[in-house]
């Protein structure tokens, strides 16, 4: 990020220090990394504007700050929300260090399963959950941020906290290598276009979720159960490369996930998150949006510190 500004030295770096922070909270909030460093620049134009001299806490004046910054993006884009085409899926995050997996609660919020249970929350419940249960902050701190009362907050947090816990499918960590190797059987059976091989990986109610924004052509409904995915499966897989005589597929992680992503020489078409829970694969998150393509091979840090 260019840091320029009439923010001094100091200003700039406890905004840098702390930015892998407030960019992960950002990007709790709203399912975007775009939209993410958007509102870390205007933060930062803020920031550079305070006294510090009246700042105690930097962290928590930031994340403040952050959190107010992201809720009013919420709010201006929930038009352009009602008008998407299709379903709309978080912007798949590349992570620039894997063992952010290591941190188990860091792992599970940014998974695409936890952003889009999120998804069902109110900002303002979205924003007290996420700077609580994921980050720490106290209900002072976030009665700040959200501009409600501490009481107001303890029950909004009460109330997010048993929707998503209702909600949550998985505990505990997510053994990456195992993941890995599920799908890369998948991706063997389907290169094959071996049909029993893809209905023994896949969960009875796996879906396949497609993310185009009317912008790319897609699928624009939930594809559900392991015999209607498996046969879109391998049709895409048999029919790509004729309309791609130059595809290349290449595997990555992303949000703590396996991640296939498809390329038609330099260009990359698409992409879609592997999510597998014991054994089976439950849910297949692609994203076709060129808008959300455009910049999801730059690696991220993240930070609950």
């Known amino acids: 990020m260019t840091t320029t500004g009439p923010a001094d030295g100091d200003h700039a770096a406890r905004f840098t220090h702390l930015r892998p922070l407030l960019f992960t909270i950002a990007y709790e909030i709203l399912g975007s990394a775009t939209e993410s460093d958007d509102v870390l620049q205007d933060s930062y134009l803020r920031w550079a504007d305070v006294d510090l001299a009246t700042v105690r806490d930097s962290k928590a004046f930031l994340a403040q700050l952050v959190t107010r910054e992201a809720l ?10 009602e008008d998407y085409v299709g379903p709309w899926l978080p912007e798949p995050l590349l992570l620039d ?18 952003l889009i249970l999120l998804e069902t929350l109110t900002p303002d419940e979205r924003a007290v959950f996420v700077l609580h249960e994921v980050f720490g902050f106290d209900y002072d701190e976030i009665a700040s941020a959200v501009t409600k009362s501490v009481a ?55 879906t396949w979720t497609a993310d185009s924004g009317g912008k790319a052509k897609a699928i624009r409904r939930p594809v559900v159960g392991a015999k209607r995915v498996a046969a879109l499966i391998a049709s895409f897989f048999r029919v790509a490369p004729q309309v791609f005589p130059d595809l290349r597929v290449e595997t990555a992680v992303y949000n703590n996930a396996p991640a296939v992503l498809a390329y038609s020489g330099d260009r990359l078409q698409g992409m879609f998150l592997v999510e597998v829970v014991e054994d089976k694969i439950t849910n297949f998150y692609a994203v076709v949006n060129p ?3 455009a910049g999801i091979t730059i690696p991220r840090k993240l930070s609950r510190q």
């Open 97 to 114: 260090d894997r063992d952010a997996s290591a941190d188990i609660v860091l792992a599970e919020s940014v998974s695409m399963a936890m």
């Open 72 to 81: 009013n993006a919420v709010r201006t884009r929930t038009r352009r929300r």
């Open 291 to 293: 808008d959300k393509l």
């Open 152 to 206: 107001m907050v303890r029950q909004m947090a009460h109330r997010a906290r048993e929707h998503v816990h209702a909600r949550r499918k998985r505990f505990g960590p997510v053994d990456t290598a195992w993941t890995a190797q599920i799908t890369e059987r998948f991706l063997a059976a389907a290169h094959t276009g071996d049909v029993d091989g893809l209905l023994g990986l896949l969960a009875p109610h796996v």
